[in-house]
């Protein structure tokens, strides 16, 4: 693919998973934006969501309000609304004040056992309901030993994205499964070969490609963010473990600004 002619601002995203009571993600929530308030929009850099669990989501929406950070949800339901007991749909979260919805974590591939055509109901449904859908994909350990890696991703992309998957309600995370909370990142050839091929694929399946976000995903930590955003076709960071810390979530954040 050539050279991009229009990058998007990057994307910071911070999934606390399933961690914080009320006390203290509403401490961490306050303190990230109120440095974000001071920083302001352009000082900032890049777009920031923090995606609480779902007990927390009204409270952080209160805590960021007027500020530049925006919410997220770490799931939802594909329906709009029925007998789902214990379940969200996208519209109960957009009404929540949410913008994006993570869709697709492996996490939740793995302990629920949603397969790649449930992820793209779910992102269907987010984008339906006007969120963003925030689709993440990426190749267990043995898949990359095996040297499937390429043809997982393709597949995971062909097949968890809606037909109506563009830039304007679409972003996708990269995660190696072997990357998520263990300390190990692929090398910056090896994610720039995904994210290469992701851009390639977008490119057969959308008009806007090159403004859609690929965010990589997997043990981002301020000392190591510097480098995986400068990797071609990089365009934000999906944050675990670091989200839920306030100094390390802003040095993350801090590392684009101008
Ligand atoms: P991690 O998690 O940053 O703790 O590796 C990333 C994720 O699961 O989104």
Redesign the pocket.
């Known amino acids: 693919m050539t050279e991009r002619t229009s990058q998007p601002v990057p994307l910071i995203a911070g999934?606390w998973k399933m961690n914080g009571l009320r006390a203290d993600g509403i401490a961490l929530a306050t303190e990230i934006a109120r440095r974000a308030r001071q920083a302001g929009r352009p000082g900032l850099g890049s777009d920031i969501v923090l995606c609480p669990p779902a007990t927390l989501l009204a409270a952080i929406g209160l805590a960021i309000a007027d500020s530049p950070i925006e919410l997220g949800a770490q799931d939802c339901h594909h329906q709009a609304n029925g007998a789902h007991t214990g379940d969200l749909s996208a519209a109960m979260l957009a009404d929540l004040c949410c913008r994006y919805g993570i869709v697709g974590?492996s996490e939740r591939r793995a302990s629920h056992g949603e397969t790649d055509t449930i992820v793209k109901s779910k992102a269907a449904a987010a984008q339906s309901a006007g969120l963003i859908a925030i689709i993440c994909l990426g190749e267990t350990e043995a898949e990359r030993q095996e040297g499937a890696t390429l043809r997982v991703i393709e597949r995971q992309y062909r097949q968890s994205l809606p037909s109506g998957a563009g830039a304007e309600n679409t972003v996708i995370a990269y995660?190696p499964v072997w990357?998520?909370?263990t300390g190990r990142v692929p090398s910056s050839a090896e994610i720039a070969e995904v994210h290469g091929h992701l851009r390639q694929i977008a490119a057969a399946t959308m008009a806007d490609a090159e403004r859609l976000r690929l965010l990589y995903?997997?043990?981002?930590k301020a000392n190591n963010v510097g480098e995986l955003l400068a990797i071609a076709n990089v365009d934000g960071a999906?944050?675990?473990?670091?989200s839920i810390v306030a100094e390390e979530f802003w040095a993350i954040v801090q590392c684009r600004a101008p």
């Not at 995903?217 to 981002?220: A, D, E, H, K, M």
């Open positions: 999934n974590h995660e990357a998520i909370g995903g997997g043990s981002v999906l944050v675990g473990g670091a």
